[in-house]
C-alpha cells in the first residue's frame, strides 16, 4: 500500500481524507501542530510540524513518502514547502478553490494561484481539487437557526454547497489511484439552492421551525466585517452571493465522474452535522472560503 502523508489532517476534509486512507489499509502519516491533540485513527503516525516552520516537514517526509496530501490554511505561501515535497515524494493533490471563478487580485484568487504555480513547476504529478464552498459555511448561521430566523443578504443566491466528505473521496481517489495527473478537479454539490432554500432544508432536517429575513447589503457588510474582521474578504462574499442572484453557482459531475456515484446533498451534511446546531453548541462566526 502507498505511504501518504496528510498535512492539514485535522482539518474538515482533511479528517475524512485521513480515516479513508487509514480504512484502506495505507501507511498514513499525519503533520500536525500538536499529537496530542490531535484525534486520528491508531494507525496513523503523527508527526509534529507546520507549514510557516518549513524545515519541520523534513521527518514527516523521509522514509518513502510517495503522495501528499496539502491544505494550506491561509497562512503566508512558503516556496521551501513544496521544494521539499518535491524532493521525497513523487505526487501531490492540493485543496484549491475554484480559482478562474475569483476575481484578479482578490486575497484568495492570488493565494491558490500561487500555490498551484508553484505545484505546477515543482516536478511533481500533481491533481487540484478545487472545491466549491463548503456546506459547512452553514454553521455561519447555527446561532440564527437556534433563534428561529436566518438574516443574511441575498436569499435568492443560489449556491451549489459541496459536503466535506465528497472533496475528501475525490482527494483519496486522486492519492490512491493513477489517471488523475493534471486534473483539476471542482467538485460542487449536486444542486444550487438559494440562501432562502437553504434556511428552510436547516429546519426541515433539524426539525424546528426556521424563517428566512432578508438582511440589506449595507448591514450585512457592516455586521461581518465585524464578526470577521476582513473588509476585503466581506466584500468578496458580498459580490459573489450577488452574482448568483443573477446566474446560479456552478453545478458539476465531478463526483459522479470520480467516484461513480451521485454527490451528497445538503440535507445529508445537515443530518451529519444535526449536533452542531443544538443549543448547547457555539455556532461559527465566519465562512470557509
Known amino acids: 500500500m502507498t505511504k501518504i502523508l496528510v498535512i492539514g489532517a485535522t482539518g474538515s476534509v482533511g479528517r475524512h481524507v485521513t480515516a479513508a486512507l487509514a480504512e484502506e489499509g495505507h501507511d498514513v502519516r499525519a503533520l500536525v501542530r500538536d499529537p496530542a491533540k490531535a484525534v486520528l485513527p491508531d494507525t496513523v503516525e503523527l508527526f509534529r510540524g507546520d507549514l510557516t516552520r518549513p524545515e519541520s516537514l523534513a521527518p514527516a517526509l523521509a522514509g518513502g513518502v510517495e503522495a501528499v496530501y ?28 475554484d480559482v478562474p471563478d475569483l476575481a484578479d487580485g482578490e486575497p484568495a484568487a492570488v493565494f491558490h494561484q500561487e500555490i498551484e504555480r508553484l505545484i505546477r ?9 478545487r472545491a466549491i464552498d463548503f456546506a459547512g459555511n452553514l454553521l455561519a448561521w447555527a446561532d440564527q437557526v437556534r433563534e428561529g430566523v436566518v438574516r443574511w443578504p441575498y436569499g435568492q443566491a443560489r449556491r451549489s454547497l459541496v459536503h466535506e466528505r465528497d472533496i475528501a473521496d475525490v482527494a483519496v481517489r486522486a492519492l490512491t489511484e493513477d489517471g488523475h495527473d493534471g ?16 434556511a428552510g432544508i436547516l429546519g426541515e432536517e433539524l426539525g424546528v421551525p426556521v424563517r428566512w429575513e432578508e438582511l440589506a447589503p449595507e448591514t450585512a457588510r457592516e455586521r461581518l466585517t465585524a ?9 468578496a462574499r458580498l459580490r459573489a452571493w450577488e452574482s448568483f442572484t443573477r446566474e446560479p453557482e456552478r453545478v458539476t459531475d465531478t463526483v459522479r465522474q470520480v467516484l461513480g456515484r451521485p454527490p451528497r446533498d445538503v440535507r445529508s451534511w445537515v443530518r451529519d452535522h444535526a449536533a452542531d446546531f443544538r443549543p448547547d453548541q457555539e455556532g461559527l462566526s465566519s465562512e470557509r472560503p
Do not use: C, D
Not at 75 to 95: G, T
Not at 121 to 129: A, E, I, K
Not at 227 to 235: E, L
Open 183 to 198: 486534473a483539476k478537479y471542482l467538485v460542487t454539490g449536486p444542486q444550487s439552492l438559494s440562501h432562502a432554500e437553504l
Open 121 to 129: 513547476h515543482s516536478g511533481l504529478r500533481w491533481t487540484f481539487v
Open 70 to 97: 496539502l491544505m494550506w490554511p491561509g497562512l503566508p505561501v512558503r516556496p521551501r514547502v513544496i521544494e521539499l515535497i518535491a524532493a521525497h515524494a513523487e505526487r501531490i493533490v492540493y485543496l484549491s478553490t
Open 227 to 235: 464578526a470577521w474582521g476582513n473588509p476585503a474578504f466581506v466584500a
